[in-house]
């Protein structure tokens, strides 16, 4: 017997069909609807395709630019100094160029700058560069190659003169490669001079830079052990967002007027510039004395209470020096303000005010990330709390350094309070 | 437009068209036997025949149009029945059951549309694969290879979903009080 599901499939099979009425309707309306339909669906499909590829592009685009971000230049292409010093900053490096001074950034990575200098003179700052650090300066004649010093550079039509300060650099010109030491200098022809002003700004920053060096080693003499891994070849592999700071400085360089007057202070106008002149020229105590009988201006006290800082920190006026720094720290733009509480805190910790220094350098930011000053206010911050008997806090600080700055400057010095 | 592209697109509708000549009486049967007695029976065939039209121009040749076309038809035919389902109305029926009952028994004729018509309430509470299998297989009295080609499966696939379809109908069938006897008895 068949099943009766293949029966009633029979049934199903052999029912009657109704022919379609109108064939020729049924086909052209397909054809037409179909045809739309395909385009519609062709449409969306290209639509949905260019959507992808924007967005995979867009995505291409971030992730290249993500990556790139830490070595995105902000810098401007040349600059030119319109009248007196011009000051420029690229990560902790220095640059003063002098009036008419052709300057460009050609590759602003603080590890590995490069500077084209067209005409005019300048005085470079260079910090410490890392192990493939490197600050190179181009001239129409001649090339310096740098690892950490203080150098000028000034080209003249007759050639190019190189004096250095601090450090050593390596000279490339026409004739050959040349090494220059502290105090040394190079120039191809005798009638090529450097500016009295960054000669004055040189030896201040070399003077500066060895005050500074000095105190790094008073913060290791207890650790002998430290000492010695510190006096090995620096490796610092900090990476920082490059970035270029200018500053007009119109007139820190004295007026030929004001040159035949001499320069006291009760001879000239009292204002920012002039005291920095004098600060510039080491004359401390005139500084502060004008610093005193000055009158301020409330947008430039900030700046004011930065000179104030550094002649007092220059006579050795530790407290005084903390003081005024604080001060600045109070008024200053963000970074610069780090800055002032970064110094302000050396000063304290100098006195041997401890407390007072941590607390400074935490309402400084100093030692927060991307700060320029992140690595050696952390150091510092792990040392102090290290005296202080907060151990626990201080292992926490230096664990952070060390996670930040592997090759940091003061790695032994952070390693040796792990007791690694 | 490019006169190429213009050629092309004229020489492509007609070819098109000669397609949907060749193979609208079996479209309209493949539906009507897929669907079973319904009022829309027109509406699907035109729905089916214009994505025949949008699916045959992503042909590529893997198949015989036919194959390919009957594969378009049962997958338009199961969406637009799921979405009119809905909306269906009984009622349709009895202009249907009239004609077809003209000139022959009405009591009969409308007891055979009653029985047709469980018959395929069952057959559409099947999935889709196992509803597709029953109809290639049991209605159309396809070969398994052939049904399977339709349906883009392996015989063995097919033949596995034969089995299960025809064991839920069985059972759903079963349970029918017009219908149980009907399947519990064999053929009448």
Redesign the interface.
């Known amino acids: 017997?068949?099943?009766?599901?293949?029966?009633?499939?029979s049934?199903?099979?052999r029912?009657?069909?109704?022919?379609?009425?109108d064939?020729d309707a049924?086909?052209r309306?397909?054809?037409i609807?179909?045809?739309a339909?395909?385009r519609a669906?062709a449409r969306r499909r290209r639509a949905v395709i260019a959507s992808g590829a924007m967005v995979a592009l867009a995505a291409a685009a971030m992730l290249v630019w993500t990556q790139r971000a830490p070595e995105v230049v902000v810098a401007p292409e040349v600059v030119v100094a319109p009248e007196g010093v011009t000051e420029l900053a690229l990560g902790a490096h220095r640059i003063d160029a002098i009036t008419g001074t052709r300057i460009a950034s050609a590759r602003a990575e603080p590890q590995r700058a490069v500077w084209r200098l067209d005409e005019g003179a300048a005085l470079f700052d260079v910090a410490p560069l890392g192990v493939d650090g490197a600050f190179e300066v181009r001239t129409p004649d001649a090339t310096v190659h740098v690892r950490g010093t203080v150098f000028a550079v000034s080209v003249e039509p007759t050639g190019t003169r190189v004096e250095v300060f601090e450090g050593r650099v390596v000279v490339h010109d026409a004739r050959g490669q040349r090494a220059l030491g502290a105090g040394e200098s190079y120039t191809p022809s005798a009638r090529v001079r450097l500016p009295e002003v960054l000669a004055v700004r040189g030896a201040r920053a070399a003077a500066r830079r060895l005050a500074s060096t000095h105190e790094e080693h008073e913060h290791d003499a207890g650790a002998r052990q430290v000492e010695e891994v510190a006096s090995a070849p620096i490796e610092v592999q900090r990476i920082e967002v490059p970035r270029i700071e200018v500053q007009r400085d119109t007139a820190s360089e004295p007026t030929p007027e004001r040159r035949g007057r001499g320069a006291r202070a009760d001879a000239l106008v009292i204002d920012l510039a002039h005291v920095r002149a004098l600060c510039d020229r080491g004359e401390f105590e005139a500084a502060l004395a004008a610093i005193e009988s000055a009158r301020p201006p409330r947008a430039e006290r900030g700046d004011w209470a930065m000179l104030e800082g550094d002649a007092h920190r220059a006579l050795g006026h530790t407290e005084a020096a903390a003081s005024a720094y604080e001060r600045a720290a109070a008024s200053l733009t963000p970074t610069r303000a780090a800055l002032a509480g970064f110094l302000a805190a050396t000063q304290r910790e100098r006195a041997g005010q401890r407390a007072e220094a941590l607390a400074i350098l935490e309402r400084s930011h100093a030692a927060e990330r991307g700060s320029p000053l992140e690595e050696r206010a952390l150091a510092m911050r792990a040392s102090l709390l290290a005296r202080l008997g907060r151990d626990d806090e201080a292992a926490t600080a230096a664990r952070a350094y060390l996670a930040g700055f592997p090759g940091g400057e003061a790695r032994a010095r952070m390693q040796a309070l792990l007791g690694e | 437009m490019w006169p190429f592209r213009r050629t092309r697109d004229e020489a492509r509708e007609s070819v098109d068209e000669q397609v949907l000549r060749d193979l609208l009486v079996d479209a309209r049967r493949w539906i009507a036997r897929y669907a079973g007695p319904r009022a829309d029976l027109d509406d699907l065939v035109q729905e089916a025949m214009i994505e025949l039209v949008v699916a045959l121009e992503r042909f590529r040749g893997d198949s015989s149009v036919r194959t390919y076309a009957h594969r378009i038809v049962l997958r338009t035919t199961a969406r637009e029945t799921a979405k009119r389902r809905a909306v269906r109305a009984r009622i349709e029926l009895v202009e249907d059951v009239d004609r077809e009952a003209h000139g022959t028994d009405p009591e009969r004729a409308l007891t055979d549309r009653r029985t047709m018509t469980r018959f395929y309430e069952a057959l559409s509470a099947l999935s889709e694969k196992r509803r597709n299998a029953f109809v290639l297989c049991a209605i159309e009295k396809l070969a398994h290879d052939e049904a399977a080609a339709i349906e883009g499966v392996s015989v063995e696939t097919l033949r596995a979903r034969l089995k299960h379809a025809r064991a839920d109908l069985e059972r759903a069938l079963a349970a029918d009080p017009l219908l149980g006897t009907y399947v519990a008895g064999g053929a009448r």
């Open positions: 017997m068949k099943n009766g599901l293949d029966a009633l499939a049934a199903a099979a029912r009657a069909v109704s022919p379609t009425r064939p049924v086909i309306e397909a054809l609807v179909g045809r339909r395909a669906s």
